[in-house]
């Protein structure tokens, strides 16, 4: 085995590399029973470090290696399984025992192979969902860091506007394109009127479990900002944003009106022909309208003449 100062020494050595897959899987003194025995064949004498560094080369800069880590979540300790399964046989083997740094090169790369194969074969992610929300299922685990990558978006999302008339009825959904843990709280909040994400100016309007917020019959007063914030246990994963514009029915109404009459002129103060006819100005009566409007003075002529 080492000597104290030599174990010290390995010990620094092996952290001098950078993380891994396998730094982050493989204990250090089960590293230390591997290349114990490592022996340089050029110069017959048996060098630690040279392991080590081979160590690095085969597991920590391939990017195969780190590649295939790159799992969802809680399958980290599947990807131990593999790597221990691997590298654990080999150190019992070579413990206090010489070998070659050909039989290393080719054992370890061998194990390096293995574990790729088995380690691609485990569950991937669909990783995150944009623009927002704490989202630990679309995290990957980082053999780099030995740590799993987070989405690292904003827990708040943009506001989305909605339009409705007034008297009728509103659905606001908080729904997220990701996926929702089982345990959800949900609590909607309102600012009456404004547009706006501050977390001071709303109020709680009701909190469970229901996704959906429904008005029956919307007017005026529920115009503003709804705010629905999911949480799972006590942490928050995402904040939606609604903004709520009412319009009166008076309004609507006059402006189909509008609508209609514009849409009937055309330029010129002309109306739109009917199906199948030539346009006609309403400025000029018909000969009919004239005789008839006509007869009508000459009898009311003859009668005031008695």
Same mark, same amino acid.
């Given at each position: 085995?080492?000597?104290?100062?030599?174990?010290?020494?390995?010990?620094?050595?092996?952290?001098?590399?950078?993380?891994?897959?396998?730094?982050?899987?493989?204990?250090?003194?089960?590293?230390?029973?591997?290349?114990?025995?490592?022996?340089?064949?050029?110069?017959?004498?048996?060098?630690?470090?040279?392991?080590?560094?081979?160590?690095?080369?085969?597991?920590?800069?391939?990017?195969?290696?780190?590649?295939?880590?790159?799992?969802?979540?809680?399958?980290?300790?599947?990807?131990?399984?593999?790597?221990?399964?691997?590298?654990?046989?080999?150190?019992?083997?070579?413990?206090?025992?010489?070998?070659?740094?050909?039989?290393?090169?080719?054992?370890?790369?061998?194990?390096?192979?293995?574990?790729?194969?088995?380690?691609?074969?485990?569950?991937?992610?669909?990783?995150?969902?944009?623009?927002?929300?704490?989202?630990?299922?679309?995290?990957?685990?980082?053999? #780099?860091?030995?740590?799993? &990558?987070?989405?690292?978006?904003?827990?708040?999302?943009?506001?989305?506007?909605?339009?409705?008339?007034?008297?009728?009825?509103?659905?606001?959904?908080?729904?997220?394109?990701?996926?929702?843990?089982? &345990?959800?709280?949900?609590?909607?909040?309102?600012?009456?009127?404004?547009?706006?994400?501050?977390?001071?100016?709303?109020?709680?309007?009701?909190?469970?479990?229901?996704?959906?917020?429904?008005?029956?019959?919307?007017?005026?007063?529920?115009?503003?900002?709804?705010?629905?914030?999911?949480?799972?246990?006590?942490?928050? #994963?995402?904040?939606?944003?609604?903004?709520?514009?009412?319009?009166?029915?008076?309004?609507?109404?006059?402006?189909?009106?509008?609508?209609?009459?514009?849409?009937?002129?055309?330029?010129?103060?002309?109306?739109?022909?009917?199906?199948?006819?030539?346009?006609?100005?309403?400025?000029?009566?018909?000969?009919?309208?004239?005789?008839?409007?006509?007869?009508?003075?000459?009898?009311?002529?003859?009668?005031?003449?008695?």
């Amino acid at each position: 085995m080492c000597t104290s100062t030599l174990r010290l020494v390995c010990v620094s050595l092996l952290f001098n590399t950078s993380l891994s897959c396998y730094q982050c899987f493989v204990d250090v003194p089960d590293s230390l029973r591997l290349c114990w025995g490592h022996m340089l064949t050029e110069h017959n004498i048996r060098n630690v470090d040279s392991c080590f560094r081979k160590l690095d080369r085969i597991f920590n800069n391939d990017q195969r290696v780190i590649e295939a880590g790159r799992v969802g979540e809680g399958y980290e300790k599947k990807l131990k399984e593999i790597l221990e399964a691997e590298i654990l046989p080999m150190a019992k083997e070579f413990d206090q025992k010489l070998n070659k740094d050909t039989v290393y090169e080719e054992r370890l790369q061998t194990a390096a192979d293995n574990f790729i194969a088995a380690a691609s074969k485990l569950p991937r992610v669909s990783g995150c969902f944009p623009p927002c929300g704490f989202q630990s299922a679309g995290a990957v685990y980082n053999c #780099i860091t030995c740590q799993y &990558d987070s989405c690292e978006f904003p827990l708040d999302c943009p506001v989305k506007e909605i339009k409705v008339m007034e008297n009728s009825r509103s659905r606001v959904w908080c729904d997220v394109p990701f996926h929702l843990p089982d &345990d959800i709280e949900v609590i909607w909040r309102f600012a009456e009127e404004v547009k706006t994400q501050q977390v001071d100016q709303f109020k709680e309007v009701t909190a469970g479990v229901d996704r959906l917020y429904s008005i029956p019959s919307t007017s005026g007063q529920h115009q503003g900002t709804y705010q629905c914030e999911i949480y799972s246990g006590q942490r928050s #994963i995402v904040r939606l944003y609604y903004y709520l514009t009412v319009t009166p029915q008076v309004v609507a109404g006059h402006t189909e009106l509008q609508e209609i009459f514009d849409l009937s002129l055309l330029s010129g103060g002309r109306l739109l022909p009917a199906s199948g006819g030539p346009p006609h100005s309403p400025l000029l009566p018909s000969p009919l309208l004239l005789s008839t409007c006509l007869t009508a003075l000459l009898l009311m002529l003859f009668l005031s003449l008695g």
